[in-house]
Nanobody, 125 residues
Framework: QVQLVESGGGLVQAGGSLRLSCTAS????????MGWFRRAPGKEREFVAT????????NYADSVKGRFKISRDNAKNTVYLQMNSLKSEDTAVYYC??????????????????WGQGTQVTVSS
């Protein structure tokens, strides 16, 4: 099994920045495509960003494109989400997840088997 541990969430003013980290651990040394999702108050969990195993391919939700950037450091088993120009509507619990399917990456949460516990991001106005 794979365990995902997130860090970097917190309270930030609108227009500010945060960087989330997600570190994978477990018995397997397999590298996964990774994704970030979020669940805002009163809403369903939604796709934010994804990155392929090599880091060569990325994809973003329209709502965060140009503001967020996903990256990874496979030597550290860590995926990052740099969030800039944060808005109040970015307030949500953010989850990282590992895609265990053969595809390079996916924006569909059904393709992700392993999930982190979630980290709260609150953007104040």
């Amino acid at each position: 099994q794979v365990q995902l541990v997130e860090s970097g969430g917190g309270l930030v003013q609108a227009g500010g920045s945060l960087r989330l980290s997600c570190t994978a651990s477990g018995r397997t040394s397999r590298t996964y495509a990774m994704g970030w999702f979020r669940r805002a108050p009163g809403k369903e969990r939604e796709f934010v960003a994804t990155i392929s195993r090599t880091g060569l391919d990325t994809n973003y939700a329209d709502s965060v494109k140009g503001r967020f950037k996903i990256s990874r450091d496979n030597a550290k088993n860590t995926v990052y989400l740099q969030m800039n120009s944060l808005k109040s509507e970015d307030t949500a619990v953010y989850y990282c997840a590992a895609d265990t399917t053969p595809q390079p990456y996916s924006s569909s949460k059904s393709d992700y088997e392993h999930w982190g516990q979630g980290t709260q991001v609150t953007v104040s106005s």
